[in-house]
């Protein structure tokens, strides 16, 4: 797989930036959604560069099959993780789509993404692997990202939905008789660590 920072392959011949682009959206934890977006709009950016990207949005919804709001909602995190910056803001009185340029962040590594090796998570309570669950709210015009999807498995479902007795409750009450400091009270470097960790296989 192609590490998203290397700009040059091992023979040194430059890696286009949509192929680049492309391996960081897989591996990225992000809603469907926001991923589906990423991935069709690359297809209208320059090839090298990422430059000059203009699908418009009615257009990513016909080939996302998306509706308009979870469309802007993916560019509002495109936006926000640094990814695409808006270099124009179209008219629709003109008939203007805006035109982005996509960006690969130079701190893509701290963002929530699998591993090289796009294996499974372990659980931070039982130890058990799963897939981790990609999520990301905007609040605020802010993207933020809910850890306990990336750091606990689901929990089994019963004859009423899920069990009240997640991973993540278990853990969240181990921490509460401790006294230690519950995961959304977590500084977020701290809660990266636990991420890392979960992972267990860093680029």
């Not at 960081?24 to 809603?31: C, I, Q, S, T």
């Not at 926000?80 to 701190?107: F, T, W």
């Not at 995961?183 to 990266?192: G, I, Q, S, W, Y």
Request: glycine fraction near 10%; charged fraction near 25%; aromatic fraction near 10%.
């Amino acid at each position: 797989m192609i590490n998203p920072g290397d700009t040059v392959d091992s023979k040194g011949k430059p890696i286009p930036f949509v192929f680049r682009w492309r391996s960081l959206v897989r591996v990225l934890l992000f809603e469907t959604s926001v991923k589906a977006v990423a991935l069709v709009a690359a297809e209208y950016a320059d090839y090298d560069t990422g430059a000059n990207c203009r699908p418009g949005n009615d257009a990513l919804m016909r080939e996302t099959s998306l509706g308009d709001r979870s469309v802007r909602n993916a560019w509002s995190v495109l936006r926000d993780a640094k990814m695409a910056e808006r270099v124009h803001k179209g008219s629709s009185y003109k008939g203007e789509c805006d035109v982005y340029q996509l960006h690969i962040p130079e701190n893509w590594k701290g963002y929530p993404i699998l591993g090289p090796n796009r294996g499974a998570f372990s659980c931070q309570y039982c130890g058990g692997e799963f897939n981790p669950v990609g999520n990301c709210v905007i609040k605020g015009g802010r993207a933020s990202a809910k850890f306990e999807k990336f750091l606990f498995c689901p929990a089994p479902r019963g004859a009423n939905g899920r069990d009240a007795d997640s991973c993540y409750r278990l853990w969240s009450e181990r921490q509460a008789n401790g006294g230690a400091a519950g995961l959304d009270a977590m500084p977020l470097v701290e809660r990266f660590e636990l991420f890392r960790k979960a992972r267990d296989d860093d680029w």
